[in-house]
């Protein structure tokens, strides 16, 4: 064979070490321990401002649903017609509603059933699709395409619309528990659709192969394997998703299919303080400012954790 | 493509029987009588009670109703409401305005998302960048109802420029608030899907390759970043017509259009079954016949999707 390396008439540079990037993998430490994919994520995380700005909005807001009594001393449901749409006063910093009752001790108190009703569907939801897209991503064949089938029929079906329907037999005895099932029924097909994709992905890896050639049953590859490694894309789902069932429980309130009228919801307080547009916009702007302002902080969390557990799509 | 088309088709076949069927399930085999609902407080006479039941095959088992329904919507005979009208004709008077409000949102949305998100996407990180951000974050987290009940209280009772409800036989200005408000949350995730794609496809090879062959920097930003960047809007656009028939519910009820939503709405409430199926049944159509058509249009832009 002859000289590769230099071709007639051509002659190669080669540039010195210094001037190129390579450098920087002699710098890599490889004697450290790996890091896992999960340290990787809690450092790009940790030095995302938007991560510390919504993490510690989110530590305030679960504080404030943990313990509303710390932030005001009066009863969210005392309310007397006298004080109706009166405006701020000295221990009622944003006034009363149509009904008399002070504004600011029912944002606070409205906290709490946001963010119940929030978790405890997206904490359902995600187990309800993991569940039924791990099956389907993990046996295949009949059972997956009666899977995904199920799955379109849900997803066609517009979730508020479905709701609604639903809710709307349990009107007068409505509770969260019941909002919380209907959303659960309704909500499960977009991460049933992202686990199985997930589970199918994992699947096929070797470190599966290498593992059943050891002996392990498919139950404990499922278990122990695959779905730690398909968890990525589903928390990404989840974290996204608890802005939308707040959102879906406002907008139900809203509608008046909602919780029951003696739970305080910021969607029933807007709602009637719809009537008071003309009068007093404040009681309308107060709940909306705090529902907006929990949304935003569960979204930009979503963004965040999405950029740090799936690179390929930064959005900042 | 025949092949393809033929294909698609047929798998619809059983997504649109499922939902149908979910639905009537829901509506008709949940608790709750219609035919005593029908008389409010006042007694039932059993005979009236067991003919009205026989009219609208009440008295039938559920999957008979249901096939009856089937039968029947074939020949877009969607039979009668409770209170006696056509369903066909209440749909028929709230469709058209459902369709001009939906459209009016989806030019708004597509006009003004694709044009902020283009602009974000090249200037990344000057301010009018992050300007856009907020705004569109803003507009994400805020729920519909309550950007709708603002832009009564700014537009319609602050500024007095645009109507603040609209009401049985709305105009073009009546429909302008209530479409951007319907639009706006689309619009916003438009404007950060435009973003990320743009500013992705910016620093692909393909256009290094494109701008050293020397193209202009108007070429390269039409023919190569813009088409591939609108792949994913086309997409989300086009499933987004369908959802935004069926998210009407909210910005109708606001701004009190008599289309689809305050259709959808007020026969739930009023437990008119027969239309909430019927309803459902065609936004479901048109949901499916918008993702086709969304498929088909990929092969335009995107040569490298073939359909085998």
Known sequence: MTDMTTLPGQERYVAPLDETPLQDVDKLDETAPASSMWADAWRTLRRNPMFIISGLLIIFIVIVALFPALFTKQNPNYCTLENSLGPAAAGHPMGFDFQGCDVYTRVVYGTRTSLSVGLCATILVVLLGTIIGAIAGFF??????????????????????????????FKTNSSIWKIVLVMALFGWTSTARIARGAVMEAK????????????SSPMRNLFRHILPNSLAPIIVIGTTSLATYIVLEATLSFLGVGLPSTTVSWGSDISQAQTSLMTNPMVLFYPSAALAITVLSFIMMGDAVKDALDPKSRTL | MGKYLLRRVLQVIPVVLGTTLLVYALVFALPGDPVKAMFGDKPVNPAVAAQIRAEYNLDKPFIVQYFIFLKNALTLDFGKTFSGQLVIDEIGR????????ALMAFVFEAVFGIIFGVISGLKKGKWYDTVILIVSLLLISVPTFVTGFLGQYLFGIKWSILPVTAGNDPTFIDLLLPAMVLGSVSMAYIIRLTRSEISSNIAEDYVRTARAKGMSNRQVMLRHVLRNSLIPVVTYLGQDIAALMGGAMISE??????????LTYQSILKGEGNLVVSIVTLLMLIFVVCNLIVDLLYAALDPRIRYA
Do not use: C, K, Y
């Open chain 1, 140 to 169: 295949g064949g009949w059972i997956d395409s009666v899977l995904s089938r199920l799955t379109d029929i849900f997803l066609a079906l517009p979730i508020l619309l479905g709701a609604i329907v639903v809710l709307q037999m």
């Open chain 2, 253 to 262: 009820t606001i701004f009190n259009i008599h289309g689809v939503g305050w």
């Open chain 2, 94 to 101: 709230a469709f058209p305005i459902t369709i001009r409000l």
């Open chain 1, 204 to 215: 096929n890896l070797e470190f599966n192969t290498a593992s059943t050639a050891l002996g």
